[in-house]
């Protein structure tokens, strides 16, 4: 075919997994999709790869969601939504929220920070909140305690907009080659004076507490208040390109390096979803082992629901009714690509019958988490 | 919040493979890998370095 006949859209965006930023449509939620009062902790609760962070003590609680308002029109089926349900309107110095993404270093290399060569970084997504006025948006290089924040303003209420930031490439300070995290993308929704106090630091330097969110609004001071976000995207250079979107198994699979949901609490409701195959290794101990679908960023922990016979293991007609696993994990059997799980409590077998794991309980999961 | 961390002993080897976490006011449960990259590890470490215990009842030598 001539190269006349290809359409120039063929041409358009052709820097492929050019967004530094997983899952920023947020069409992936591993772990539910909504958390009831969440505060000031440092966990994942929905959506996956965007972590709550905080500090101080403040009573301000939200629910945080998986939520289907969208922008109109732009392609996007899923935001991540922030709802203010207990307020505190005189938060003290400490207090503080963020939803936050760990990148890993090895991720990073091609931006070459740390040289006369750094990339600019440019950051595009779309927000809506009722709380109109001044937000901040911080990169924050873990590895070289340095930071640099921009402001952005929430001009309409309960409209969606699209934000554009660029940050300068820096040259002090290359990012480790590793696979653990070097660069933080942080949305601040409030901040205490210990993070307000300074001058906004808008240029690449060392971390300065006061100089990281001034200027932020309190997204806590009432309970009418929401905040939205998706489309997130990070990208090399100072132009903002259209949203990369990915097919849904392509951004589940590159959830899946940081989580894997095994069994998931609906899986558990169906109360026979099966989890693996399973051999008595003699009568008191089973093993269960296998393969995560995608290798994960580091030997990961298993998480757990864990109860009175909340898993079965099924046998030469026989059923053992199990509370819960044990991880193994030294001489590598768990490591990044697979798993060697085991019971030695609730067991009374025959030494080399082999079968199967289920979910016995509503409540019952497992999940591996490799999260940053 | 944390309740409890417990060294967990593989029933074959008898090796140290893993902690087990137990924490307030959840039936949930966190079995975290010995691997320094692992999150969940590094704040283990943290919780011993400020102090906290970890329970730890090795199973008996064979003779």
Redesign the interface.
């Given at each position: 075919m001539a190269i006349s006949k290809i359409p120039s859209a063929g041409f358009q965006d052709n820097v492929k997994f050019r967004n530094i930023i997983i899952n920023g449509d947020m069409s992936i939620a591993q772990r539910g999709t909504s958390e009831a009062s969440v505060g000031n902790s440092f966990t994942y609760f929905t959506v996956d790869r965007f972590k709550l962070g905080g500090s101080g003590s403040s009573g301000a609680r939200f629910t945080m969601s998986q939520d289907t308002d969208v922008p109109t029109g732009q392609g996007f089926a899923k935001s991540l939504k922030m709802d203010c349900t207990t307020a505190d309107g005189s938060l003290g110095a400490s207090d503080s929220i963020q939803i936050v993404q760990r990148i890993e270093g090895q991720n990073l290399q091609y931006l070459k920070k740390g040289t006369s060569n750094a990339e600019s970084l440019t950051l595009s997504f779309w927000v809506k909140s009722n709380k109109t006025g001044t937000y901040i948006a911080e990169l924050r290089d873990t590895d070289n305690n340095r930071t640099i924040s921009k402001a952005y303003t929430i001009d309409s209420a309960s409209t969606w907009e699209k934000k554009t930031l660029t940050f300068e490439g820096d040259t002090t300070g290359a990012f480790d080659n590793d696979?653990?995290a070097s660069l933080r993308l942080i949305h601040w929704l409030y901040a205490g004076t210990d993070y307000t106090s300074g001058t906004l630091q808008t240029s690449w330097g060392t971390l300065t507490a006061t100089d990281r969110a001034v200027g932020q609004v309190n997204l806590a001071d009432s309970t009418d208040n929401d905040w939205y976000i998706t489309g997130v995207q990070l990208e090399a250079g100072t132009t903002a390109s259209d949203f990369e979107f990915l097919p849904y198994d392509v951004n589940l699979r590159r959830c899946y390096r940081y989580y894997w949901g095994w069994w998931d609490k609906a899986d558990a409701a169906s109360n026979g979803a099966i989890g693996g195959m399973a051999v008595n290794?003699s009568s008191s101990?089973v093993y269960i082992s296998g393969h995560f679908p995608v290798e994960m960023?580091?030997?990961?922990?298993?998480?757990?629901?864990?109860?009175t016979a909340f898993y079965r293991f099924l046998r030469a007609s026989a059923t053992d009714f199990l509370d819960?696993?044990?991880?193994?994990?030294?001489?590598g059997?768990?490591n990044e690509r697979g798993y060697e799980l085991?019971n030695?409590s609730d067991i009374s077998g025959t030494a080399g019958h082999g079968g199967w794991i289920r979910c016995n309980n509503a409540?019952a999961f497992v999940n591996f988490?490799?999260?940053? | 919040m944390i309740n409890t961390i417990t060294k967990v002993y593989d029933p074959i080897s008898n090796e140290f493979c893993s902690y087990r976490i137990t924490y307030t006011n959840s039936n949930n449960i966190r079995c975290v890998p010995l691997d320094e990259a692992n999150k969940d590890y590094q704040a283990i470490q943290e919780w011993i370095a400020d102090g906290g215990t970890v329970i730890d009842n090795p199973p008996e030598e064979t003779p």
């Amino acid at each position: 075919m001539a190269i006349s006949k290809i359409p120039s859209a063929g041409f358009q965006d052709n820097v492929k997994f050019r967004n530094i930023i997983i899952n920023g449509d947020m069409s992936i939620a591993q772990r539910g999709t909504s958390e009831a009062s969440v505060g000031n902790s440092f966990t994942y609760f929905t959506v996956d790869r965007f972590k709550l962070g905080g500090s101080g003590s403040s009573g301000a609680r939200f629910t945080m969601s998986q939520d289907t308002d969208v922008p109109t029109g732009q392609g996007f089926a899923k935001s991540l939504k922030m709802d203010c349900t207990t307020a505190d309107g005189s938060l003290g110095a400490s207090d503080s929220i963020q939803i936050v993404q760990r990148i890993e270093g090895q991720n990073l290399q091609y931006l070459k920070k740390g040289t006369s060569n750094a990339e600019s970084l440019t950051l595009s997504f779309w927000v809506k909140s009722n709380k109109t006025g001044t937000y901040i948006a911080e990169l924050r290089d873990t590895d070289n305690n340095r930071t640099i924040s921009k402001a952005y303003t929430i001009d309409s209420a309960s409209t969606w907009e699209k934000k554009t930031l660029t940050f300068e490439g820096d040259t002090t300070g290359a990012f480790d080659n590793d696979n653990n995290a070097s660069l933080r993308l942080i949305h601040w929704l409030y901040a205490g004076t210990d993070y307000t106090s300074g001058t906004l630091q808008t240029s690449w330097g060392t971390l300065t507490a006061t100089d990281r969110a001034v200027g932020q609004v309190n997204l806590a001071d009432s309970t009418d208040n929401d905040w939205y976000i998706t489309g997130v995207q990070l990208e090399a250079g100072t132009t903002a390109s259209d949203f990369e979107f990915l097919p849904y198994d392509v951004n589940l699979r590159r959830c899946y390096r940081y989580y894997w949901g095994w069994w998931d609490k609906a899986d558990a409701a169906s109360n026979g979803a099966i989890g693996g195959m399973a051999v008595n290794y003699s009568s008191s101990i089973v093993y269960i082992s296998g393969h995560f679908p995608v290798e994960m960023r580091t030997t990961p922990s298993l998480d757990q629901g864990s109860g009175t016979a909340f898993y079965r293991f099924l046998r030469a007609s026989a059923t053992d009714f199990l509370d819960d696993f044990e991880l193994s994990t030294n001489n590598g059997r768990t490591n990044e690509r697979g798993y060697e799980l085991f019971n030695n409590s609730d067991i009374s077998g025959t030494a080399g019958h082999g079968g199967w794991i289920r979910c016995n309980n509503a409540s019952a999961f497992v999940n591996f988490d490799a999260e940053l | 919040m944390i309740n409890t961390i417990t060294k967990v002993y593989d029933p074959i080897s008898n090796e140290f493979c893993s902690y087990r976490i137990t924490y307030t006011n959840s039936n949930n449960i966190r079995c975290v890998p010995l691997d320094e990259a692992n999150k969940d590890y590094q704040a283990i470490q943290e919780w011993i370095a400020d102090g906290g215990t970890v329970i730890d009842n090795p199973p008996e030598e064979t003779p």
